[in-house]
C-alpha cells in the first residue's frame, strides 16, 4: 500500500536560519507531489508541485524552493525563514484523481 | 485559473441535525471534486468526492451533490454527531492536475 512521509514532524527555527523539509512516497512511482502551506486556522495554500524528477512548478514567489531530486522524494527549503514562513507543512501526492496528504510538518518562526 | 469559493466559513449545528456546506467553482473544464475533513492539529483526510458524469454520490452518512450548469457542488451531513466536528474543504480540479480549494467551513456539532 501507498505511504507517504514527512519530518521532521515539528521544527522551531530562528529568523533568518535555512530550513530543510522531506517527503518520501512508498509504494507507487511517479506520483505528483505537491507543497502546501496552512496558517493558523486558515485554509490550504498550494506552494509547489512536481510531475517528475527535476520538474517544479512554483505557484506563490516567495523566499522558499523546492526539488525533487528522485522520483518519490520531495524537498522544501528556504535560506533564510521569515516569521510569515511558520505555519503547518503538508506534502501530498497523487496517482490519478485522488490526493493524499501526509502527517505534516508543524514549523514556528522565533 | 480556477476560483473556489465555499460557504459558510462557520457553521454550528445540534446534534442530530443536517449540515450543508456549499461550493462554486469558475472553471467549466473542472470535472473532480473531493471533500476532505480535517480534525484539529491532523492533516486533511479525504471523506467523499464526485466527478462530472454523476449527479449526487452518498456514503452512510455523507451525501454530495454536483450541479455541472450551475458550476457549484455541496457537502451533506445528516445525523450530525459531534465527532463530526471539524474543518471540511471542498475543492476542485482537472482530473489529475493541482486540486483548488476552498478556504474551509469550520463545522461544530453541540450535543
Known amino acids: 500500500s501507498q505511504t507517504i512521509h514527512q519530518w521532521p514532524a515539528t521544527l522551531v527555527q530562528p529568523v533568518g536560519s535555512p530550513l530543510s523539509l522531506e517527503c518520501t512516497v512508498e509504494g507507487t512511482s511517479n506520483p505528483n507531489l505537491y507543497w502546501y502551506r496552512q496558517a493558523a486556522g486558515r485554509g490550504l495554500q498550494l506552494l509547489f508541485y512536481?510531475?517528475?524528477?527535476?520538474?517544479i512548478s512554483s505557484e506563490v514567489p516567495q523566499n522558499l524552493s523546492a526539488s525533487r531530486p528522485q522520483d518519490r522524494q520531495f524537498i522544501l527549503s528556504s535560506k533564510k525563514l521569515l516569521l510569515s514562513d511558520s505555519g503547518f507543512y503538508l506534502c501530498?501526492?497523487?496517482?490519478?484523481?485522488?490526493?493524499?496528504f501526509g502527517p505534516g510538518t508543524r514549523l514556528l518562526v522565533l | 485559473g480556477e476560483n473556489v469559493e465555499q460557504h459558510p466559513s462557520t457553521l454550528s449545528v445540534q446534534e442530530g441535525d443536517s449540515a450543508v456546506i456549499k461550493c462554486t467553482y469558475s472553471?467549466?473544464?473542472?470535472?473532480?471534486f473531493p471533500w476532505y475533513k480535517q480534525e484539529l492539529g491532523k492533516r486533511p483526510q479525504l471523506i467523499i468526492d464526485i466527478r462530472s458524469n454523476v449527479g449526487e454520490k452518498k456514503d452512510q452518512r455523507i451525501a454530495v451533490t454536483l450541479n455541472k450548469t450551475a458550476k457549484h457542488f455541496s457537502l451533506h451531513i445528516t445525523e450530525t454527531q459531534p465527532e463530526d466536528s471539524a474543518v471540511y474543504f471542498c475543492a476542485a480540479a482537472v482530473s489529475g492536475y493541482a486540486l483548488n480549494f476552498g478556504k474551509g467551513t469550520s463545522l461544530l456539532v453541540t450535543p
Open positions: 472553471d467549466s473544464a473542472s470535472n473532480y
Open positions: 512536481s510531475v517528475g524528477i527535476g520538474q
Open positions: 501530498a501526492w497523487n496517482v490519478g484523481e485522488t490526493q493524499y
